[in-house]
């Protein structure tokens, strides 16, 4: 049975498989390898994913949805039309076209997937995107933590027995550091750390807001499709930048037309801020793994927004030297995912990778402290799992109970960093009942395993009695229970997913309609023009003349803003 690895990312997901001794990205419908990670509904209430979805954000804000992994594991519902959905639901749209692709492109039916995860991903986060996985009719054989797969990418190129990474991703909404070493062909991760409020977007918004403020605008007070305009310019501004090329904002704001060029400088002025922030969580990383920058061999850049040379420098500074670039920073992860799901299928090329991983937070429980007077303070959090600890793991500590005569206890199990417990997540709780004959001054072992997939077993013993109390933590809120994800299966699979052989002429009808709403003047009659005629040889259903068209129009919408692949 073949297994695919998935990178299920907050701007773009991938997917890949394991074939002839490599990891292969498999294009989308579109001959695309990335497909954006956007969700909409058309007309007729089908589903769309990806680029045609991404068009439509402009053109159909109502009816389409992006960045929705930030609300995995959260009870919030998105609206689209009439419909509303949890952001589990969306991904798992999302991972249902990438299976698609896979499906149409190894020509089997495929039910399992490697999907990764930020390391940064807490349980409930882990276990919203395993029910992801399930709503896409995917049985997650094996949560990765995305850095982890970027560092087995890079891994398995590697010709030296024994190196430290430090594996830098920069994605679209978030930013992630770890600290792994590959040893005798076993990978350990040492340390992660990570900002979940920084990425590239973040330097979008950046041109955004230094043009409009050039002009004395703010966000509020210009129309919301002239600012999503002017977001989609910043975008691929942004790109060109990368390669040294200025770029010019543009947009029609109360009958005038204003206008800024954009060049490297005044970007790198402006984002500086944003730059600085990077520095933290790589310092924290190296702190916590007890490695100085110095026994760094390898930097590995992952994610689309490390491309900016902006960021390469701050990074050179830091360690004195360049980062590595071997993979496309957009599919190292993807490309690990896709390995880890040839070990699972037991390649006999990768018998050899042995894996190792990090737990991201703190486990613990809420305890009362003692004082010198004999009174008590609940509240406290002790820690029985440290955060960075190599998983799996399993750690026991030893408590006792305050009164003699105490029927119960209740051991609350929390994650987090904070010194008191109700500033952590409580991810569960489990009551143990003394026998009531008994009676004294209890000690009692809490044994937390935490295992490679991230789930949180606790067992809690007494001493002098037999029977041990056992919670895996599974329900724990934001996580969906068994009714809820076979009532929203129902409701899925009775969705329609916009038809594969469709995508490139849906694409530019989308793309055509967004330019002609972005446009004015001759440009936007031009646009509707071609549109008209495109829309005539679909209507005539002659393939030929259809693929014809659909080339005239591809070549035409690229002269107005380029190749936008
Ligand atoms: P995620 O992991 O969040 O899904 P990606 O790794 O795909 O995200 O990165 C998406 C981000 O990368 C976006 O913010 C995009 O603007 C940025 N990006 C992609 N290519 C470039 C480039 N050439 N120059 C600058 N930023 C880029
Ligand atoms: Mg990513």
Redesign the pocket.
Known sequence: MTIIGI?L????SAVSVWKDGRSLLIPNALGDRLTPSVVGLDDNGDILVGRIARERLLTHPLLTTSAFKRHMGTPREIRLGDRRFRAEELSALVLRALKADAESYLGETVTEAVISVPAYFNDTQRKATRMAGELAGLKVERLLN?PTAAAIAYGLHQQKPETQFLVF?L??G?FDVSILELFDGVMEVKAVAGDNYLGGEDFTDAIVDYYLSSFGLSVSSIERKTLAALREQAEAGKRDLTKHKPFKLSALIDGERKEREIGRERFEALVQPLVDRLRRPIERALLDASIDGDAIDEIVM??GASRMPVVYGMLSRMFGRLPAAHIDPDET?AVGAGVQAGMKERSEELQDVVMTDVCPYTLGTEVAMAYATGEYESGHFSPIIDRNTFVPVSRVKRFSTVNEDQKKIVVKIYQGENRLAANNLLLGELEVEFPPETSGIRDIDIRYTYDINGILEVEVKTEGLDDVHRIVIEENPGVMSREEIERRLAKLSALKMHPREQERNRLLLARGDRLYEERLGDEREWIGLAMQRFEAALHRQDKREIDEEAERLEQFLNQFEGNRR
């Open positions: 990178d990312g907050t701007t773009n995305e991703d994605g679209g978030t992952v994610g992860v």
